[in-house]
């Protein structure tokens, strides 16, 4: 465990440095955003000076660094707050919707899988397959306005995709920052109400974009497990189909589900940007692409070290996980 | 008497012959090696077979709704939305191909020289490819584009970059496997240098699972094009491209115009659904074993 | 709508009666009467002062809600329908009344004895010149804003008593007294302010950036940054008369697409700055009034700029300004909403401005100037536009790309980010052949010729430089409007830049605004939503 997390630290390194040259990269100058409209070019140089910016550039990534090791992350441009509370702030509503939108793709695309394993080659298998992989192959921020078209604006089925929550609701108060819980935590079920409501269309359009790794997966690990000699054994020994199938096989096949299941959540994190756009969400997403077009580099590059550090943690977990699910797996430095 | 039985003489399995099973035994594979054929052919010759020219505005016959005229409308400046589309195939096949083909290389290289040598080139190799796939790749492409332009070469270079990491850990694993196998062992005592014996002997067996990986990679490209346009960062006017017409489109839907959007939208999802099943056919080819 | 039982009605009634349900968390029942109404827009605000540096336009709305001035303008209606604010007349906010000395240099008013602010204190002269004071030295866009109106220093400005506050001009000005009434000299709680304030920043720019300490119409109940702002009423606002609503609901909603059927299915009773396509067809429908101002002051125009060689021949200049196809370019960009700036009369017999200009779509008068130019074959320029306008810019651009090639003029579009837009067209000056859209918000000629004809200004991108147009804005631009030499001045300040066309005047844009279920709506030409007036329907 700590030799994974040793390793991951001149990951961690790499990003920061990254991050910093990208952003440097970017076209936009932040004195001229920063000195504001009608500014002339001595109040932009005087600008430039108050953030730092006519160091060189060198200088610049070690001031960065030491500020990031104290846990300051900047100050954000555009909104005017340290970048470490505007990544508290926006990062659990993405979380909210990426974790939601998962755990409905699941229910859907793994029992899916198992159905295409137990019929391989039937059209069962081959329509479930034409679904899913077309679930994966529109953009998603036009599958999200097509849905707003459909169920909200010309069945007006949907609530309105205004945001996180709708406006007659007050954000409940804030613990974990995720309105499902922390509603649920204070015992508000109306608000509760309220935020699942707003959570469906946009869940419905990032989970209809995962289906398709998590259903295939499934499908591929469920047959190797099911034609292994174990297998064979069981039924040989009378077993019925379903303890078969739900407490060996599937069991079996977790692994690689699982391994699929984290990079769709690092992969989900990322495309979250088209749909918190389309729906207002007021995510870590939004947040990102608004400071990249006005080049905000404290912004955008805390958001881009919350990403990795958050994928680190992430392939932490599954490694943990693994070892849970199948007790044969040790730590291969690899 | 016995009759001179004459046997069938059974033909050698070939690799054609086991292509034709597998498309039997797949129709939905068959389905996708024909979509794929249209689509290399409208890229080859639909430019030249378009009704109108694809850049030629006419705001006078703006946001037509599909007739005989216009079988797929115009769009809000008055170009023909069907030659667009079609002319677009050429751009979006090209941007996914060279994207593709340039992380296919490079994530060849990088993996074989990793794989092979090991030791502490491994180690740097492994953390760099760490550090790529740690970013959240939309965000990693979205941040390259902006810092380098928005330049269909920019777009390209992107979406290389952030796929080098799958082809690379790929390579890695098939040539590490092999490296001290029977015949790599054979090849190097017969002479053969260690270049030599990566390029012909060795990489040739990591071939198969590369495949799928490019048939999937290509769709992922095209939707990775399109997204950036969404943001701004895609290509520039009047290039006709999949993606910036969904784009532009998107907002045309609600007032009613759902031609703009959903006519490239299908085009880009036909294309996209092509590669993906595509490369489900191409695994069921290579590895029987392997089918997902 | 008594009569609709659709299921949009049908819907909002059942809102209405969940709303009334004993929510602890929720907002008071009277969430979906006529007491709060729910504004959406595509911007975001990222500050509750004005004055900090950094802080965008959008967020000048908080300025105008919750702070008052010392005088606003009066409101008049527009011809078509609708209202807005009127630039000649001056009407009291926070002063009662105010007097001119006879040199016209010392401006005094008499502050309303009943002024308080939102924590009950009165508000004194003492706290108008600390506001004042800060105006003019945080520097950056409001102390350029100031300065328009010839306030500079602090030591311009008295507390003679309490309630009496005096302004001494270097000169006296026409621009003065309305730029009074310009969202920036605002009136801050110096009380609040100075016990928040800290020696590193004495300014308490800290502290109201976030909590704003005002005396205005509004307080703010609630700030999201990058959701929603609520404002909800001061029932002891002096400026004018009481807002009809209690609370109004700001939202930011990014995509365009969503905004429009939020407003559509009435979910939201206003969307603030919306598309000229979707206030064209918006327009149609029966439950929506759209309101398209065109904004005062304010053009939309195709530049050239004089650094580019070829732009320095005068045919050449004529030649682009023949070939753009205006009224194509107004139904595809502005979709009709606006004015059209093309096609008047060559002889100038007045004031007024915008004014249609002289020129119009004539491609075989394009080409004759052409041949006769040093360039009969054209030549190669890049035509830039900026990504964050890009909902007009684009098609505009296109068009104008189309047209030039028939001149041939090859002009290829270069998409410059937001970010990039100013330092490139504004501060180095450096594009050949771009789109601009300045407005002025004082709204007299000589103010917009001030930044956009006046060499080294912010607004000439075209780098244009003409003796005669220095000389005239430098009289004219401080000069009252009943002055003999006013008109005459006016009217040959613009015969000069319609003939040297560094800006080629293409249309006045409008901003639209929807409602579906709000009232007196009034158009400012800051262009941010004044949530004063409003009333539900």
């Given at each position: 465990?700590?030799?994974?997390?040793a390793?991951?630290?001149?990951?961690?390194?790499?990003?920061?440095?990254?991050?910093?040259?990208?952003?440097?990269?970017?076209?936009?100058?932040?004195?001229?955003?920063?000195?504001?409209?009608?500014?002339d070019?001595?109040?932009i140089?005087?600008?430039?000076?108050?953030?730092?910016?006519?160091?060189?550039v060198?200088?610049?990534?070690?001031?960065y660094?030491?500020?990031?090791?104290q846990?300051?992350?900047?100050?954000?441009?555009?909104?005017?707050?340290?970048?470490?509370?505007?990544?508290?702030?926006?990062?659990?509503?993405?979380?909210?919707?990426?974790?939601?939108?998962?755990?409905l793709?699941?229910?859907?695309?793994?029992?899916?899988?198992?159905?295409?394993?137990?019929?391989?080659?039937?059209?069962?298998?081959?329509?479930?397959?034409?679904?899913?992989?077309?679930?994966v192959?529109?953009?998603?921020?036009?599958?999200?306005?097509?849905?707003?078209?459909?169920?909200?604006?010309?069945?007006?089925?949907?609530?309105?995709?205004?945001?996180?929550?709708?406006?007659?609701?007050?954000?409940?108060?804030?613990?974990?920052?995720?309105?499902?819980?922390?509603?649920?935590?204070?015992?508000?079920?109306?608000?509760?109400?309220g935020?699942?409501?707003?959570l469906?269309l946009?869940?419905?359009?990032?989970?209809?974009?995962?289906?398709?790794?998590?259903?295939?997966?499934?499908?591929?690990?469920?047959?190797?497990?099911?034609?292994?000699?174990?297998?064979?054994?069981?039924?040989?020994?009378?077993?019925?189909?379903?303890?078969?199938?739900?407490?060996?096989?599937?069991?079996?096949?977790?692994?690689?589900?699982?391994?699929?299941?984290?990079?769709?959540?690092?992969?989900?994190?990322?495309?979250?940007?088209?749909?918190?756009?389309?729906?207002?969400?007021?995510?870590?997403?939004?947040?990102?692409?608004?400071?990249?077009?006005?080049?905000?580099?404290?912004?955008?590059?805390?958001?881009?070290?919350?990403?990795?550090?958050?994928?680190?943690?992430?392939?932490?977990?599954?490694?943990?996980?693994?070892?849970?699910?199948?007790?044969?797996?040790?730590?291969?430095?690899? | 008497?016995?009759?001179?039985?004459?046997?069938?003489?059974?033909?050698?399995?070939?690799?054609?012959?086991?292509l034709?099973?597998?498309?039997?035994?797949?129709?939905?594979?068959?389905?996708?090696?024909?979509?794929?054929?249209?689509?290399?052919?409208?890229?080859?010759?639909?430019?030249?077979?378009?009704?109108?020219?694809?850049?030629?505005?006419?705001?006078?016959?703006?946001?037509?709704?599909?007739?005989?005229?216009?079988?797929?409308?115009?769009?809000?400046?008055?170009?023909?939305?069907?030659?667009?589309?079609?002319?677009?195939?050429?751009?979006?096949?090209?941007?996914?191909?060279?994207?593709?083909?340039?992380?296919?290389?490079?994530?060849?290289?990088?993996?074989?020289?990793?794989?092979?040598?090991?030791?502490?080139?491994d180690?740097?190799?492994?953390?760099?490819?760490?550090?790529?796939?740690?970013?959240?790749?939309?965000?990693?492409?979205?941040?390259?584009?902006?810092?380098?332009?928005?330049?269909?070469?920019?777009?390209?270079?992107?979406?290389a970059?952030?796929n080098?990491?799958?082809?690379?850990?790929?390579?890695?694993?098939?040539?590490?496997i092999?490296?001290?196998?029977g015949?790599?062992?054979a090849?190097?005592?017969?002479?053969?240098?260690?270049?030599r014996?990566?390029?012909?002997?060795?990489?040739?067996?990591?071939?198969?699972?590369?495949?799928?990986?490019?048939?999937?990679?290509?769709?992922?490209?095209?939707?990775?094009?399109?997204?950036?346009?969404?943001?701004?960062?895609?290509?520039?006017?009047?290039?006709?491209?999949?993606?910036?017409m969904?784009?532009?489109?998107?907002n045309?839907?609600v007032?009613?115009?759902?031609?703009?959007?959903?006519?490239?939208?299908?085009?880009?999802?036909?294309?996209?659904f092509?590669?993906?099943?595509?490369?489900?056919?191409?695994?069921?080819?290579?590895?029987?074993?392997?089918?997902? | 709508?008594?009569?609709?039982?659709?299921?949009?009605?049908?819907?909002?009634?059942?809102?209405?009666?969940?709303?009334?349900?004993?929510?602890?968390?929720?907002?008071?029942?009277?969430?979906?009467?006529?007491?709060?109404?729910?504004?959406?827009?595509?911007?975001?605000?990222?500050?509750?002062?004005?004055?900090?540096?950094g802080?965008?336009?959008?967020?000048?709305?908080?300025?105008?809600?919750?702070?008052d001035?010392?005088?606003?303008?009066?409101?008049?209606e527009?011809?078509?329908?609708g209202?807005?604010?009127?630039?000649?007349?001056?009407?009291?906010?926070?002063?009662?009344?105010?007097?001119?000395?006879?040199?016209?240099?010392?401006?005094?008013?008499?502050?309303?004895?009943?002024?308080?602010?939102?924590?009950g204190?009165?508000?004194?002269?003492?706290?108008?010149?600390?506001?004042?004071?800060?105006?003019?030295?945080?520097?950056?866009?409001?102390?350029?804003?100031?300065?328009?109106?010839?306030?500079?220093?602090?030591?311009?400005?008295?507390?003679?008593?309490?309630?009496?506050?005096?302004?001494?001009?270097?000169?006296?000005?026409?621009?003065?007294?309305?730029?009074?009434?310009?969202?920036?000299?605002?009136?801050?709680?110096?009380?609040?302010?100075?016990?928040?304030?800290?020696?590193?920043?004495?300014?308490?720019?800290?502290y109201?950036?976030?909590?704003?300490a005002?005396?205005?119409?509004?307080?703010?109940?609630?700030?999201?940054?990058?959701?929603q702002?609520?404002?909800?009423?001061?029932?002891?606002?002096?400026?004018?008369?009481?807002?009809?609503?209690?609370?109004?609901?700001?939202?930011?909603?990014?995509?365009?697409?969503?905004?429009?059927?939020?407003?559509?299915?009435?979910?939201?009773?206003?969307?603030?700055?919306?598309?000229?396509k979707?206030?064209?067809?918006?327009?149609?429908?029966?439950?929506?009034?759209?309101?398209?101002?065109?904004?005062?002051?304010?053009?939309?125009?195709?530049?050239?700029n004089?650094?580019?060689?070829?732009?320095q021949?005068?045919?050449?200049?004529?030649?682009?300004?023949?070939?753009?196809?205006?009224?194509?370019?107004?139904?595809?960009?502005?979709?009709?909403?606006g004015?059209?700036?093309w096609?008047?009369?060559?002889?100038?017999?007045?004031?007024?401005?915008?004014?249609?200009?002289?020129?119009?779509?004539?491609?075989?008068?394009?080409?004759?100037?052409?041949?006769?130019?040093?360039?009969?074959?054209?030549?190669?320029?890049?035509?830039?536009?900026?990504?964050?306008?890009?909902?007009?810019?684009?098609?505009?651009?296109?068009?104008i790309?189309?047209?030039?090639?028939?001149?041939?003029?090859?002009?290829?579009?270069?998409?410059?980010?937001?970010?990039?837009?100013r330092?490139?067209?504004?501060?180095?000056?450096?594009?050949?052949?771009?789109?601009e859209?300045?407005?002025?918000?004082?709204?007299?000629?000589?103010?917009?010729?001030?930044?956009?004809?006046?060499?080294?200004n912010?607004?000439?991108?075209?780098?244009?430089?003409?003796?005669?147009?220095?000389?005239?804005?430098n009289a004219?631009?401080?000069?009252?409007?009943?002055?003999?030499?006013?008109?005459?001045?006016?009217?040959?300040?613009?015969?000069?830049?319609?003939?040297?066309?560094?800006?080629?005047?293409?249309?006045?844009p409008?901003?639209?605004?929807?409602?579906?279920?709000?009232?007196?709506?009034?158009?400012?030409?800051?262009?941010?939503?004044?949530?004063?007036?409003?009333?539900?329907?």
């Amino acid at each position: 465990m700590s030799l994974r997390a040793a390793q991951s630290i001149p990951v961690v390194i790499g990003v920061v440095i990254i991050s910093f040259l990208l952003t440097r990269a970017l076209p936009g100058d932040p004195a001229v955003y920063f000195a504001g409209a009608a500014a002339d070019e001595a109040s932009i140089a005087e600008i430039r000076i108050a953030l730092g910016l006519d160091k060189p550039v060198i200088q610049q990534f070690f001031i960065y660094v030491g500020d990031l090791l104290q846990g300051d992350m900047g100050q954000s441009i555009s909104s005017g707050q340290p970048v470490a509370s505007d990544l508290a702030n926006r990062l659990p509503a993405s979380l909210e919707l990426t974790l939601v939108a998962l755990i409905l793709s699941c229910g859907i695309s793994i029992p899916l899988g198992i159905l295409a394993a137990t019929r391989p080659g039937t059209w069962v298998d081959h329509l479930c397959r034409v679904l899913v992989t077309a679930g994966v192959s529109l953009p998603t921020f036009f599958t999200g306005i097509v849905l707003i078209y459909l169920f909200y604006y010309l069945l007006g089925i949907a609530p309105s995709p205004i945001g996180h929550l709708d406006f007659i609701s007050l954000d409940p108060d804030h613990i974990t920052g995720f309105y499902l819980i922390d509603a649920a935590l204070i015992g508000d079920w109306e608000t509760w109400l309220g935020a699942a409501k707003q959570l469906i269309l946009p869940a419905i359009t990032l989970a209809l974009f995962t289906l398709a790794p998590i259903a295939r997966m499934t499908r591929a690990a469920m047959l190797t497990a099911l034609s292994s000699d174990f297998i064979r054994t069981a039924r040989a020994a009378g077993l019925s189909n379903r303890k078969v199938l739900y407490v060996y096989a599937f069991r079996n096949a977790l692994l690689p589900v699982i391994t699929t299941l984290g990079m769709v959540f690092s992969f989900a994190l990322g495309a979250n940007v088209l749909v918190e756009k389309v729906f207002a969400w007021p995510g870590i997403g939004s947040y990102a692409v608004e400071a990249l077009v006005v080049s905000d580099y404290a912004a955008v590059q805390g958001f881009v070290l919350a990403m990795a550090l958050m994928f680190v943690a992430l392939n932490l977990v599954i490694d943990l996980l693994y070892t849970v699910v199948d007790p044969r797996i040790g730590f291969v430095a690899k | 008497m016995t009759d001179i039985s004459t046997q069938k003489t059974t033909r050698t399995q070939g690799k054609f012959d086991h292509l034709i099973y597998v498309l039997r035994e797949n129709p939905v594979t068959l389905l996708a090696f024909i979509m794929f054929a249209f689509i290399i052919l409208s890229a080859l010759v639909g430019p030249a077979f378009v009704p109108y020219d694809p850049l030629e505005t006419n705001a006078s016959r703006a946001l037509q709704a599909p007739s005989w005229k216009h079988w797929f409308g115009t769009d809000s400046v008055g170009r023909d939305v069907f030659s667009r589309v079609i002319v677009a195939t050429r751009l979006d096949l090209s941007i996914s191909v060279a994207a593709v083909a340039l992380s296919f290389v490079i994530g060849s290289i990088l993996g074989s020289i990793a794989g092979y040598w090991g030791g502490w080139l491994d180690s740097v190799l492994n953390r760099f490819l760490d550090t790529i796939m740690a970013f959240p790749l939309f965000v990693l492409a979205m941040g390259i584009v902006a810092a380098l332009g928005n330049t269909i070469e920019n777009i390209i270079y992107a979406t290389a970059i952030i796929n080098v990491p799958f082809y690379a850990r790929l390579v890695r694993a098939e040539v590490n496997i092999r490296r001290d196998a029977g015949f790599v062992r054979a090849a190097k005592l017969a002479g053969n240098s260690d270049l030599r014996v990566l390029a012909m002997h060795i990489f040739p067996n990591a071939l198969p699972p590369m495949m799928v990986q490019v048939s999937l990679n290509l769709g992922w490209a095209i939707l990775n094009a399109a997204g950036l346009s969404f943001i701004g960062l895609g290509v520039r006017p009047p290039t006709p491209e999949w993606g910036i017409m969904v784009a532009e489109g998107a907002n045309f839907i609600v007032s009613g115009e759902w031609w703009l959007a959903v006519f490239p939208g299908l085009w880009l999802m036909f294309a996209v659904f092509t590669f993906n099943l595509l490369g489900d056919g191409l695994r069921d080819l290579v590895d029987p074993r392997k089918r997902t | 709508m008594a009569d609709k039982t659709s299921r949009r009605n049908f819907m909002k009634m059942g809102m209405a009666g969940a709303s009334v349900l004993p929510f602890l968390r929720a907002m008071p029942a009277l969430a979906q009467g006529s007491d709060t109404l729910v504004v959406v827009t595509g911007q975001s605000i990222n500050s509750l002062d004005l004055h900090r540096t950094g802080t965008n336009r959008p967020s000048y709305q908080v300025a105008v809600n919750c702070y008052d001035r010392l005088v606003s303008f009066g409101t008049k209606e527009v011809p078509g329908g609708g209202l807005s604010y009127d630039y000649d007349t001056i009407v009291p906010e926070l002063a009662e009344s105010w007097s001119m000395s006879d040199d016209g240099l010392v401006l005094t008013f008499k502050i309303k004895s009943k002024a308080t602010f939102w924590d009950g204190a009165k508000v004194t002269a003492k706290d108008v010149k600390w506001s004042f004071d800060r105006a003019v030295s945080v520097g950056g866009f409001p102390s350029v804003q100031m300065r328009a109106g010839g306030f500079i220093r602090p030591d311009q400005f008295a507390a003679i008593d309490d309630e009496t506050f005096q302004i001494t001009l270097d000169k006296p000005s026409k621009l003065s007294i309305p730029d009074l009434a310009v969202p920036v000299p605002f009136v801050i709680n110096s009380a609040v302010a100075k016990a928040n304030a800290t020696e590193d920043d004495p300014w308490a720019m800290e502290y109201l950036h976030k909590n704003p300490a005002g005396s205005g119409a509004f307080k703010v109940l609630r700030w999201t940054p990058g959701e929603q702002l609520v404002y909800e009423r001061n029932d002891n606002w002096v400026g004018g008369p009481l807002p009809a609503v209690q609370r109004v609901v700001l939202r930011e909603v990014p995509s365009p697409a969503t905004r429009r059927a939020l407003i559509e299915r009435g979910d939201v009773q206003m969307s603030f700055g919306i598309p000229d396509k979707d206030a064209a067809e918006l327009a149609e429908l029966e439950d929506v009034t759209v309101y398209s101002t065109p904004i005062e002051n304010c053009i939309h125009c195709l530049c050239t700029n004089t650094k580019f060689v070829p732009f320095q021949d005068a045919d050449v200049r004529k030649a682009v300004a023949y070939a753009v196809p205006y009224e194509e370019i107004f139904q595809a960009a502005a979709f009709g909403r606006g004015a059209p700036l093309w096609g008047g009369e060559a002889e100038i017999k007045d004031t007024a401005w915008p004014r249609k200009t002289q020129y119009s779509t004539n491609l075989e008068l394009a080409q004759k100037h052409m041949a006769k130019s040093a360039y009969p074959d054209g030549f190669d320029v890049p035509l830039s536009i900026n990504l964050g306008l890009a909902s007009w810019m684009e098609p505009t651009a296109l068009l104008i790309q189309q047209s030039l090639a028939k001149i041939g003029i090859n002009a290829t579009i270069e998409k410059i980010p937001g970010a990039n837009w100013r330092t490139a067209a504004l501060v180095e000056k450096r594009l050949a052949l771009h789109l601009e859209n300045f407005g002025g918000w004082l709204n007299t000629p000589d103010y917009y010729f001030f930044w956009a004809y006046q060499e080294g200004n912010l607004f000439n991108s075209s780098n244009y430089r003409n003796d005669e147009v220095e000389e005239l804005v430098n009289a004219t631009l401080h000069m009252s409007v009943d002055d003999p030499s006013y008109a005459p001045n006016i009217m040959r300040m613009m015969e000069i830049v319609l003939e040297d066309l560094p800006r080629i005047p293409l249309y006045q844009p409008a901003l639209n605004v929807a409602t579906n279920g709000a009232d007196d709506y009034e158009f400012w030409f800051h262009r941010q939503l004044d949530a004063r007036p409003l009333a539900a329907s």
